[in-house]
């Protein structure tokens, strides 16, 4: 049973950092795609960023510039640095992994849909 844990979260102000990391229960190079994804109160899920097994990176446009995603397979994990944060990032980030190739861009826009997913870490921005 794949196992992803997410930690790092918590609330910060706005222009703060946070780094979230998550940790897998098995060998993350058989992981095609890593990625996050976000899901704000009342709102749909979201793609924030994804990476592949090469260390190919795709972010959504509404955090580029500021969140800085990574993997460690050595380390069994995935991490997401979060930059300047505003109210609007606001959400619960979840961790998700899968065995398919794919575009960057198609895995983005799947990536709440991937085969593994954490249970996430509540992110909170105040003004």
């Known amino acids: 049973q794949v196992q992803l844990v997410e930690s790092g979260g918590g609330s910060v102000q706005a222009g703060g950092s946070l780094r979230l990391s998550c940790a897998a229960s098995?060998?993350?190079?058989?992981?095609?795609?890593m990625g996050w994804f976000r899901q704000a109160l009342g709102k749909d899920r979201e793609g924030v960023a994804i990476?592949?097994?090469?260390?190919?990176?795709k972010y959504a446009d509404s955090v580029k510039c500021r969140f800085t995603i990574s993997r460690d397979n050595a380390k069994n994990s995935l991490y997401l640095q979060m930059n300047s944060l505003k109210p609007e990032d606001t959400a619960e980030y979840y961790c998700?992994?899968?065995?398919?190739?794919?575009?960057?861009?198609?895995?983005?826009?799947?990536?709440?849909?991937?085969?593994?997913r954490g249970q996430g870490t509540q992110v909170t921005v105040s003004s």
């Open positions: 998700a992994a899968d065995t398919s190739a794919m575009s960057a861009a198609e895995a983005l826009a799947v990536v709440p849909h991937f085969d593994y």
């Open positions: 098995g060998d993350t190079a058989r992981y095609y795609y």
């Open positions: 990476i592949d097994r090469d260390g190919r990176n």
